[in-house]
């Protein structure tokens, strides 16, 4: 049965908006941002390295993570595209580095376990490049954000920290499984 002509206005307008708001979430939550995160085996007496081509003071952050294997531990070493040393540690369980780019070009960091003769490790890494864009640019913009913008950014940052805490936890209960299941098997011989 049709609906009278104001509601079936109504039902048509709710119908855009839902749509837009589900589009608006679904941005909220993926969002164009430049990071990657990967969590890969690095075996015993390897070295796995990575690449990003990063543009002149670009704000760049690079956090891993040994998940198992061993004493959790690697080396990193990041290097600018001539070869110069920005970052380099060894024997690390977890670090964080948070260096500017200071010309164009392809940047390469590596993480070797080739102090260990016997123990593959685990390793997980995120490495952002920029900023994320803002929700609402500000270009050709009159007035301050509306309250439902504002609502939206406060939102999308909420939504971030909890994407941090969750990859936080999923890697706290991959390195206690890990520990348990060790445990199990030394138990069980």
Known sequence: MPLPGSA???????????????????LLVTGPGGASEITF??????????????AQGTKCTLEFQVITGGHYDVDCRLEDPDGKVLYKEMKKQYDSFTFTASKNGTYKFCFSNEFSTFTHKTV????QVG????????????SALTQME?????????????????THFRLREAQGRSRAEDLNTRVAY
């Open 41 to 54: 085996e690095l075996p015993d007496n390897a070295k796995q390295c990575f690449y990003e081509d990063i």
């Open 124 to 127: 997980y890494f995120d490495f």
């Open 131 to 142: 900023e994320d864009p803002p929700l609402f640019p500000s270009e050709n913009r009159v």
């Open 150 to 166: 504002s609502a939206c950014v406060s939102i999308h940052e909420a939504l971030k920290s909890v994407i941090d805490y969750q």
């Open 8 to 26: 079936q206005r109504w039902a048509a307008a709710a119908g855009s908006w839902g749509c837009w708001l589900l589009a608006l979430l679904l």
